[in-house]
């Protein structure tokens, strides 16, 4: 096991130097480079040079790309020229928001999406889990925004229960003391994913249903409770683990829309906001904060799948 | 890395044996239920964005400052726009480039990820470590960012967005193929033409990606559907096709800003649109899934 643990922790360092060089490199090729980016369309080509050499931009690439690493290491994210801070202090202000709208969602879909899918396992191919299947291909298929402006419509234009903004606030508490104005972010993201979580499960569980261990517990006399309890769930479980996993950078994405469309200010509406204008040190280290959530994401995963299956251990 | 996308393909090079080209075709879009129904669903969509718009004429072009955000009528079966535009003609011309550049760009990356997962697949060994890392570390950025920073870079026009769309999603037909090659790198045929002295070029083109094929139709198919959706969000987000152009998910952010004005005809439509076209997409993708045995998933 801990061979495995240190094989796939190097392949997630070596992936996460990948994805900081993709990214550093990919930047670079912004139409005048990020000097141009930073100092906009007006700037003229002596400040644009003086800008280089005070930052050292006029240096090669890569050994750009040493120093920003060298930064990195030192826990220096840059510098944001346009909102005058630096970026590790957007982050310090901003991630924890963002973790405020995507943290509930996920634990809620997974409480509601799991059981369900296990339930629509037992009633397969009846009338209900056509119903809710159905349901989870339009879900599926929704863009997260437009699910986002019905449920603002109804319950904020129209029936005025809920506001149809965020809380804005500096602080990331708001998203708790302030809950009533996130109860439709959270609801967003929570339908979006529930339809993931309970259709997987479903099939998780089928796949269960249909091994030889199912059979021999029934031919031993097992009750129906019993073999779902002890054999099917236990089974079934195990690749949720994965989708758990995997779902991290489709949670980073939703949270992107979701903060643009209920104006939240997370790191994902100050992402958005950096690509609108080329600030280029934020989206920067954006990508690798992202990224590495999601390397994160993925090595745990692996590890609790290995730690729950050993068969893969071996592998 | 374990994934649910890399388990053994049971038997997916064996696709339409003895079985006529026209025959598998007729498997696929007309084979089951969901083929059918998603089959259906696309002709209709395809004919309402590409011949709805010869029947039905509407002035896309000169703004009319008296018709601006009226709900739908007798003259305006979908109420008009911000611009004045009559939305129903909008959602015709809307979908042509949301179809095109979905169905381009779900071309380009399955031509693209199919042919670098076979070449990672048969290389095997340093090489398919290299390029499989390659992969890994573009999947690390979630999607919507690495869109979000290709956008950022390339100025947006149509092409330039079929060619970001594609440059994110050949990720998935890459690893899906390359499974399958390692599979298929071992059978007697491939071993012969090794034997024969194939060159490696024409064993992967030859012999492993048209065994490959039904995994990669699949795939391809629900590909469309993803590069809909996310043209959409990033249009949402404004780095969409530049106006004049419109596309779906251009007009539900545009519609967004009449919303508290009651102007719902401005949201629903466009949207019900963009996930109709993606449900039959991913029906049709389930439904040769299904002809093909193909055991693939997104």
Not at chain 2, 88 to 117: C, D, K, P, R, T
Not at chain 2, 265 to 277: D, N, Q, S
Request: charged residues 15%; glycine residues 10%.
């Amino acid at each position: 096991m801990t061979a495995y643990i240190a094989r796939r922790l190097a392949q997630s360092v070596v992936i996460l130097l990948g994805v900081t060089l993709l990214t550093f490199v990919l930047l670079h090729l912004i139409p005048g480079g990020p000097a141009h980016g930073i100092l906009g369309p007006r700037a003229t080509a002596p400040q644009i040079a003086a800008f280089e050499q005070a930052t050292g931009l006029n240096q090669p690439v890569l050994q750009q790309f040493v120093v920003y690493l060298d930064h990195l290491l030192h826990g220096n994210f840059g510098y944001s020229y346009k909102l005058n801070q630096t970026v590790g202090s957007v982050f310090a202000q901003d991630l924890p928001k963002s973790l405020a709208l995507v943290g509930p969602p996920t634990v809620l879909s997974l409480a509601i999406g799991v059981p369900l899918g296990l339930w629509q396992s037992q009633r397969r191919d009846k009338l209900d889990d056509h119903l809710i299947t159905g349901v989870g291909y339009v879900l599926y298929a929704m863009p997260d925004f437009w699910l986002a402006f019905i449920l603002i419509d109804v319950f904020a234009l129209r029936l005025f229960w809920l506001p149809p903004n965020a809380p804005d606030s500096t602080t990331w508490t708001a998203a708790f003391t302030d809950a009533e104005a996130m109860i439709l972010p959270w609801a967003t993201l929570t339908l979006v994913s529930i339809a993931v979580f309970s259709r997987y499960m479903r099939s998780s569980a089928l796949d269960a249903m249909a091994q030889d261990y199912i059979r021999t517990a029934r031919a031993k006399g097992a009750q129906r409770g019993r073999i779902l309890r002890k054999h099917v769930i236990r089974n079934a479980s195990i690749p949720i683990i994965t989708l758990v996993g995997l779902s991290i950078p489709g949670l980073l994405s939703g949270a992107i829309l979701e903060e643009v469309v209920f104006n939240y200010p997370g790191i994902g509406l100050a992402t958005y906001n950096a690509a609108l204008v080329k600030d280029y040190p934020i989206l920067l280290g954006t990508t690798i904060v992202f990224g590495a959530l999601t390397i994160f994401g993925n090595l745990v995963a692996d590890i609790a799948y290995a730690y729950a299956d050993p068969r893969v251990r071996v592998a | 890395m374990l994934r649910p996308t890399q388990e053994k393909i049971a038997e997916g090079g064996d696709v339409g044996v003895g079985l006529r080209r026209g025959e598998i075709v007729r498997a696929m879009l007309w084979g089951g239920r969901l083929s059918k129904i998603g089959t259906t669903t696309i002709v209709v969509v395809v004919l309402f964005c590409f011949v709805g718009p010869l029947f039905y004429h509407t002035n896309l072009v000169n703004p009319d400052q008296l018709l601006i955000v009226k709900p739908p009528s007798r003259q305006h079966l979908l109420g008009t726009d911000g611009n004045g535009f009559d939305e129903l003609g909008e959602l015709m011309v809307g979908g042509q480039s949301a179809l095109e550049i979905g169905l381009a760009s779900a071309f380009l990356a399955s031509i693209f990820g199919a042919l670098y997962g076979a070449a990672a697949g048969y290389l095997g060994g340093f090489w398919d470590g290299l390029l499989m890392r390659i992969v890994d570390t573009m999947l690390a950025i979630p999607g919507l960012l690495l869109l979000l920073l290709l956008a950022v870079i390339f100025s947006t026009s149509t092409p330039v967005l079929i060619f970001i769309l594609a440059l994110f999603a050949w990720l998935g037909p890459a690893r899906l193929v390359r499974g399958e090659t390692l599979t298929l790198r071992t059978r007697e045929y491939v071993q012969a033409a090794k034997l024969m002295g194939a060159t490696s070029i024409r064993i992967v083109l030859r012999h492993i990606v048209p065994n490959a094929l039904g995994t990669i139709v699949v795939n391809t198919t629900f590909q469309v559907a993803d590069a809909i959706l996310l043209l959409a969000s990033l249009s949402f987000l404004g780095l969409g096709p530049p106006p004049p152009a419109t596309n779906w998910g251009g007009m539900l952010s545009d519609g967004s800003e009449y919303l508290v004005q009651g102007g719902w005809w401005l949201v629903y439509p466009a949207g019900a649109a963009i996930v109709i076209t993606v449900v039959a997409f991913n029906f049709l993708g389930e439904g040769i899934e299904e002809a093909v045995g193909a055991r693939t998933r997104k």
